[in-house]
């Protein structure tokens, strides 16, 4: 078991290691073949610790090393395994090897391909690290790699400014995030003396009747420590304010987008969450502020998707909107609920992510309104998109109706921003719907305006771009039922006890009104007739035509780059061309090019002097008798005389 278990987390580590060396030198069929078999071989072991660790509920610690010795505080490099970290091995490792095997595919004209894959694979060994860390140093390592590894995917096609803009871009703005992170792991060490998970949770209650002063007001520690770990999941998890990143990774291949958007990265936040439940629950002041920016970036991204048209871009506001769903979970305690969603809504938007990669690759267009009428060219990625959008709609018995559900029925329960967050889920849900239903029909079914010579030419995409993709329908269509009627996720005393706390658990939970808990289905139905209705024809152009102000204000992303290009970006140039110029006028003259110039003139004036001709030094000898003994006539003989 111990070794299993350290299978599925270094062989990926060793794939990718090896075809990062040895890139210049391996085939591309060499190369697929150190990828792929390591993260099948990861999977396969995942699903074995998934029935021992998940299912049959034994906790795996495995202690590989001691890492860091300072003297009262030890932190040790470990693989720590319950139901939460064996679930998301299960997502992490199959989402993977499925994007593994489509790329080979969708890049197998890419010269750089051994490069690619060594990317994914290490961006699959960071997120496992991190889901297995039982510290938060380890988290953050796993953390800190996940970003590295995203902004050398994003910025994979470096030869375009924009993918390096983007992968810059998302570089930063989640620095901005991991800053307040590392603030939350300092201020722990600080008032709990440890960095360890077990150690930490035991101490929660504790730091939540701490307080600390802080210009004059008084916060509890706790409060603090969560906040920062908050802030930190927003950047990583793309929530409203951070979330600018997210549409620009777009930038990088489809197998990227599909990666980073289901199942790494951007869930490191909702996971971080449910592994700090115990200490996130008491904290309810930080939890109210999870729910309303989650509900907030729920909504707000569901709007911009509606007016997008570039199929990537919506199915990226898609993610940013499902995230919004996960975090209101979290934050009216229902984290179950927010994971189950996690697991489910990793396989249809891999789906929809990878499936959006075959139309590309097919018609190499993007913008779903100069593509149409493909479908009877491509059933199979046709069918494909309709299983992932059902899904993602919440169309029973699909996995999204399950998990979708569950998520707004917790936080009806919770009501005060609870009620909140449910209006404003029940409100994305119908425009999930309508832009679910805008990529179908305007991709399959519109009007095409692609050239004769390209049109004619599309088709469907290869087996092993296709095939790999069955594992994500059987997921779209049975993980929401699998986790609901047989691993009980939605109980606290279900798949979850143990390792997701909460502190108040009433025994009349999910017993709600039959009306609100078809309301979420009743909203996805009607939301598809509206899609179907408006995008068959066009009557989307009249509706933007009649609301041009607000469709220019979607259309734009509420104008937020623009915002903080105006707030942030210009007022950095601007500080930097100051700081630039005192830098070169004032420390640069009067410092070190100050000291050289004073050197070289006393320099040249010590040349002046040094001729090497002893006349000269003669003529100096006597000079200087003459000075001293005039002044030495001058200063003393007049005092002698007078005497």
Avoid at 159 to 186: E, L, T
Avoid at 481 to 509: C, E, K, Q, R, V
Wanted: net charge neutral; hydrophobic share 50%.
């Amino acid at each position: 078991m111990l070794l299993v278990t350290k299978l599925i987390i270094f062989l990926p580590l060793i794939s990718g290691i090896f075809n990062g060396v040895f890139c210049k030198k391996l085939s591309n069929n060499q190369a697929s073949f150190t990828a792929i078999i390591p993260i099948i071989l990861s999977a396969v072991c995942a699903s074995y610790v998934f029935v021992v660790a998940g299912i049959n509920k034994e906790t795996i610690h495995i202690i590989i090393t001691k890492w860091i010795n300072i003297e009262l505080i030890s932190v040790s490099w470990a693989i720590y395994v319950d139901q939460l970290t064996a679930i998301m091995f299960i997502l992490v490792t199959f989402v993977s090897a499925i994007v593994h095997l489509y790329s080979l595919g969708y890049m197998k004209d890419d010269k750089n391909l051994p490069k690619f894959l060594s990317y994914l694979s290490l961006f699959t060994f960071f997120m496992l690290a991190l889901v297995s860390a039982d510290n938060f140093l380890q988290l953050f390592f796993g953390w800190e790699g996940v970003g590295l590894c995203s902004y050398l995917l994003i910025g994979y096609y470096y030869q375009k400014d924009s993918a390096n803009n983007a992968a810059v871009k998302a570089f930063i703005v989640n620095r901005i995030g991991d800053f307040a992170f590392i603030i939350g792991i300092v201020i722990t060490l600080i008032y709990a003396s440890t960095v360890e998970f077990s150690g930490v949770f035991g101490q929660s209650q504790d730091l939540a009747n701490t307080a600390i002063t802080i210009l004059g007001y008084e916060f509890k520690v706790l409060d603090i420590i969560c906040l920062m770990l908050f802030i930190g999941c927003t950047g990583k998890s793309a929530q409203i304010g951070m979330h600018v990143w997210l549409p620009d990774a777009m930038e990088g291949p489809t197998p990227v987008s599909a990666l980073i958007h289901a199942a790494t990265m951007v869930t490191a936040g909702v996971f971080l969450i449910a592994r700090c439940s115990f200490m996130f629950e008491y904290s309810p002041n930080v939890l109210a502020i999870i729910t309303v920016v989650g509900a907030i970036t729920c909504l707000f991204a569901a709007t911009i998707a509606i007016a997008q048209t570039d199929i990537k871009k919506i199915i990226a506001y898609s993610t940013c909107s499902q995230l919004g769903y996960m975090f209101f979970a979290c934050g009216v305690s229902a984290y179950q609920a927010g994971i189950f969603h996690l697991v489910t809504h990793g396989f249809f938007k891999a789906l929809l992510f990878l499936s959006a990669g075959s139309v590309i690759h097919s018609t190499c267009e993007q913008e779903i309104f100069k593509i149409g009428g493909i479908w009877q060219k491509m059933p199979i990625t046709y069918a494909n998109f309709w299983v992932g959008s059902l899904a993602i709609i919440g169309i029973f018995p699909l996995a999204g109706f399950y998990s979708k559900d569950l998520i707004l029925e917790s936080a009806y329960i919770a009501s005060g921003v609870g009620v909140f967050a449910f209006v404003l889920g029940i409100l994305a849900a119908l425009l999930t719907a309508i832009y679910s239903l805008k990529i179908i029909m305007v991709t399959f079914h519109g009007k095409t305006t692609l050239p004769e010579d390209i049109f004619s030419h599309v088709h469907e995409s290869p087996k092993i771009m296709n095939t790999p993709l069955l594992v994500l329908v059987a997921g779209a269509l049975f993980s929401g039922m699998l986790g609901y009627y047989i691993l009980s996720i939605d109980s606290p005393l279900g798949y979850f006890s143990g390792s997701i706390f909460n502190l108040h658990t009433a025994p009349h939970d999910h017993h709600v009104s039959l009306f609100i808990q078809l309301l979420p289905l009743m909203v996805g139905v009607t939301g598809s007739i509206i899609g179907i209705y408006c995008y068959r024809g066009n009557t989307y152009q009249k509706i933007s035509n009649n609301f041009n102000l607000i469709y220019c204000v979607l259309k734009n992303k509420y104008f937020f780059d623009e915002l903080y290009d105006k707030i942030f970006i210009k007022f950095t140039k601007v500080l930097s061309c100051l700081a630039g110029y005192f830098d070169i006028k004032v420390i640069d003259r009067f410092g070190p090019n100050g000291f050289a110039h004073l050197t070289r003139g006393i320099s040249w004036c010590i040349c002046r002097f040094q001729t090497g001709y002893i006349v000269n030094y003669v003529l100096y000898i006597i000079f200087t008798l003459v000075l001293c003994i005039t002044i030495f006539v001058f200063k003393y003989l007049p005092v002698a005389w007078s005497a």
